[in-house]
């Protein structure tokens, strides 16, 4: 596509439940990002992917998130049991070049609000 | 450790004049970059500028350019003749390498401009 894409746009859970937060990026990039940005901070990095494998997985807050990208391309954050204090804005990013450089294109990020 | 400081949380300028974002950072890498985004009200991140730790000279965009005083640690962001259109959150980032050997960019907590017609 032309950009990143990031479905979906917005999505309220109650305390406990499971969400998937899905990522698009841009065709032919390999390195992939997912970065948190909760109000008022800026964003904060959660995982990164080059290619199918999750290379630094070190910004992931706890053991109820997790991160795949099977084929290389399309990422899923999923949240288990989630807790009001993952409510934030999930953005991700792509890149054509292995280890990020500076091209790097963001989503309009998933915005998550955990009631 | 890597840091990005941003110390103006608002910013309200009259359009069409200059305005300077400022931003410093800390370091102990010699290799690093240094971003400005821009994020409006829809979410995005839209890149405004770089700069890399070893360009002699500071970097331009049309109406933005980027103050950088190595010695000082600062990325100043200035841009020229601001328009309606430029008001949002602006945010600093740093590109750095991490103990796993990949690239991360570590962000300020951004300052608000507001441009006033």
């Known amino acids: 596509g032309a950009g990143v894409s990031q479905t979906p746009s917005n999505k309220v859970t109650e305390k406990g439940k499971y969400v998937e937060l899905r990522c698009d990026p841009i065709?032919?990039?390999?390195?992939l990002y997912w970065y948190r940005q909760s109000l008022g901070q800026g964003p904060e990095f959660l995982i990164y992917f080059q290619g199918t494998g999750a290379a630094d997985d070190s910004g992931l807050p706890n053991d109820r998130f997790f991160a795949v990208r099977p084929e290389g391309s399309v990422s899923t954050l999923k949240i288990q049991r989630t807790e009001r204090g993952d409510s934030a804005v999930y953005l991700c990013?792509?890149?054509?070049?292995?280890?990020?450089?500076?091209?790097?294109?963001f989503g309009s990020g998933t915005r998550l609000t955990v009631v | 450790a890597q840091k990005i400081t941003q110390t103006q949380p608002g910013m309200f300028v009259q359009e069409k004049e200059a305005v300077t974002l400022d931003c410093t950072y800390d370091?102990?890498?010699?290799?690093?970059?240094l971003f400005w985004y821009k994020q409006p009200s829809s979410g995005e991140m839209i890149f405004l500028i770089y700069?890399?730790?070893?360009?002699?000279q500071n970097a331009t965009e049309g109406r933005y350019s980027l103050n950088f005083q190595k010695a000082r640690k600062s990325a100043n962001l200035v841009i020229s003749a601001s328009q309606l259109g430029d008001s949002a959150m602006y945010f600093c980032?740093?590109?750095?390498?991490?103990?796993?050997?990949?690239?991360?960019?570590?962000f300020g907590t951004g300052t608000r401009l507001t441009i006033i017609p």
């Open positions: 700069q890399g730790s070893y360009d002699q």
């Open positions: 980032a740093m590109r750095y390498i991490s103990n796993f050997g990949n690239e991360k960019l570590t």
């Open positions: 370091t102990s890498d010699p290799s690093y970059g």
């Open positions: 990013a792509s890149s054509p070049i292995p280890g990020g450089g500076y091209g790097y294109t």
């Open positions: 065709s032919g990039h390999t390195a």
